[in-house]
């Protein structure tokens, strides 16, 4: 059924609430990037036949910001599948083949009729991946864009929900303490942007924070930056 957009608190308690569905939540933001491809793939799945009885709801996290702290929303895009009030799973990023994996799934059907996309949309299957012949400029350019793709953008092992090594857990843990929302980036998979982004930076570890498109630091730089400067992530913004 076609995706509805959440304008209220009230209209998300009521539609959360309906019996013996699977509900699709979508977080996202106007100034997230990866959200722009995610919001046509989201449109294109809730108008497959084999997702008819799926409910998919969108929320924009930023005007929502009460529904957001509701579910711990931190980094877009993010998903939450819900039945009868019971959450079965959170997604965090935009990898549609995770998503569209999960939710066929969810729904009982291994149908691969959902990774099928109109001439005027994006294949669903399609998603970011690193490049064996990429040229050291077409690179450059990518990483620049990627660090640009959020106002905050993490670097990490993993994603925010499924940290995979104990330094991205704890940067995570510190912009969700500060509420600090941030856009990120899983190098483990893209290897190129994994090796590209250590020269880019001149920085040889992960996590990697940036602000603004602006290199601030690895765990122990920005816990530094933070004991320096209490509102150290306000002011790096506002830079």
Known sequence: MPVTEINSEDQFTTLSKTKDTLISLYFHTEWAEPCKTMNSIYSTLSDTPDNKEVLFLSINADNQSDISDLFDVSAVPYFILIKDSTILKELSGADPKEFIGTLNELRGTTSTAATTASPTQPALEEAPKSQEDESPEALNARLEK?????????????????????????????????????????ILKDDSVRQGLKAFSDWPTFPQLYVGGEFQGGLDIIKESIEDDPDFFKHAIEA
Do not use: N, Y
């Not at 993490?154 to 303490?177: D, H, N, T, W, Y």
């Open 146 to 186: 990627l660090t640009k793709a959020a106002p905050v953008m993490l670097f990490m092992k993993g994603s925010p929900s499924s940290p995979q090594c104990g330094f991205s857990r704890q940067l995570v843990a510190i912009l969700r303490e500060h509420e600090v929302r941030f856009g990120f980036f899983d």
